[in-house]
């Protein structure tokens, strides 16, 4: 049996496709046997330009390859990462080309890895297991909003790669339960809902004991700075409505990094500081210092939950969550203490922070549930059962 996995973001890159992704492979790998094999094709870290790490770019062990792709660095413009992300695709398809492979299996959060494996998988005729962790098309449509000349036939070029990439795999997993209403115009593919989950390094350090908060509250934000969350909107605003009592640590990068520079100067805030990603490790540490921890999703993110409502619920510290929508509602019911309001609800959410009565509390069933080595176990499973009954 050999397996083809194409995931872009891979370890030692820092974000949630990398460690989901890493995590299924080992799970995977676990469960083959000696004279089966995994090609795994991904790229150099290159999700945020100010972090690098040092990575192989062949890697080989008994049963399994690792390529990772030497990709130009972007800035998170749309057309840089389009030019940067070509490299990789190009390169994915020379490297596959001389291999037969029994299964492909694709991780795609922008749609075109997901093309990358249907177009394998043809050439190579053999099923494909498609995990989608955000629905493209609705990102394009917000986007072409303010261009109205390229808009129509913008989303028509995007739906036209979205059908020939969906329409082609026999199994498709949604990390959103909210996507399952838009997956209906694709009936041709099984579906499951493997969410995002809390990876054992985050387990074993929310365990620990961590002492009571003095003011300035530190309220912690770590991950992608870009359209998705929106974050130049409320943070500013927020920590000029919270004071000097409340101060904001943004650990992270992304295309909209420049917007909440710019956005913090405007407000003539000082209690907002922006930091560059940093390893786990250094990341863990961090979050045992913090007293809140902050997440966002942009007002027209209806149907994602962010991958970090998992991290952050390994600890005891209470979580500021500002959602819409299916998030909002997965939180209000699976995430106790929490801060919930609407996405751009500035006003509320600075209210209901002020009058919050400081407690920590050990999310035991929420983690429980949510571990990524059991919801990962689950999808080796059901990504082996598929190749198994070719």
Do not use: W
């Not at 190009?90 to 890895?113: C, M």
């Not at 959602?323 to 939180?331: C, H, K, T, W």
């Amino acid at each position: 049996m050999k397996i083809l996995f194409l995931s872009l973001y891979f370890e030692p890159d820092l974000c949630a496709g990398s460690f989901r992704n890493t995590s299924l492979f080992k799970q995977l790998l676990g469960k083959i046997n000696e004279d089966d094999h995994i090609h795994v094709i991904s790229s150099l870290p290159n999700r945020y330009a100010s972090y690098s790490a040092d990575a192989k770019q062949k890697e080989e062990g008994g049963n399994y390859t690792i390529d990772r792709v030497n990709m130009p660095k972007h800035n998170g413009g749309m057309f840089d990462q389009i030019k940067s992300y070509s490299v990789y695709f190009k390169k994915a398809i020379e490297l596959s080309k001389k291999h037969d492979y029994d299964l492909v299996y694709a991780s795609s959060s922008r749609l075109f890895t997901a093309v990358l494996g249907s177009y394998i998988a043809r050439r190579k005729n053999c099923p494909l297991y498609l995990d989608i962790r955000d629905i493209f098309s609705d990102s394009m449509r917000d986007y072409f909003n303010n261009k109205p000349l390229i808009k129509y036939p913008g989303l028509f070029t995007v739906m036209q790669f979205e059908k020939y990439a969906f329409n082609r795999a026999q199994h498709i997993n949604i990390v959103s339960e909210g996507f399952a209403t838009y997956f209906k115009r694709y009936p041709k593919a099984s579906y499951s809902y493997f969410t995002n989950g809390i990876d054992d390094i985050f387990l074993e350090s929310g365990n620990e004991e961590s002492g009571n908060p003095q003011e300035p509250y530190v309220i912690t934000y770590a991950g992608n700075i870009g359209q998705g969350q929106e974050l130049e909107t409320m943070v500013p605003q927020l920590a000029q409505k919270l004071g000097p009592s409340y101060e904001f640590q943004i650990i992270g990068d992304g295309g909209t990094r420049a917007l909440l520079d710019k956005a913090v100067l405007e407000c003539g805030v000082t209690n907002v500081k922006i930091l560059k990603p940093v390893p786990r490790k250094e990341l863990i540490e961090i979050y045992k210092k913090t007293d809140f921890f902050f997440t966002k999703l942009n007002i027209l993110e209806k149907v994602a939950l962010p991958s970090k409502v998992f991290e952050y619920g390994a600890f005891d510290k209470p979580i500021i969550c500002a959602l819409s929508g299916y998030a909002n509602e997965f939180v209000r019911k699976n995430v106790p203490n929490v801060i919930l309001s609407e996405a751009n609800d500035i006003e509320g959410l600075a209210e209901k922070v002020k009058n919050y009565q400081y407690r920590k509390e050990k999310r035991t069933e929420f983690v429980k549930k949510y571990s990524r080595g059991f919801i990962m176990d689950e999808m080796a499973n059901d990504i082996l059962k598929l190749v198994q009954g070719k």
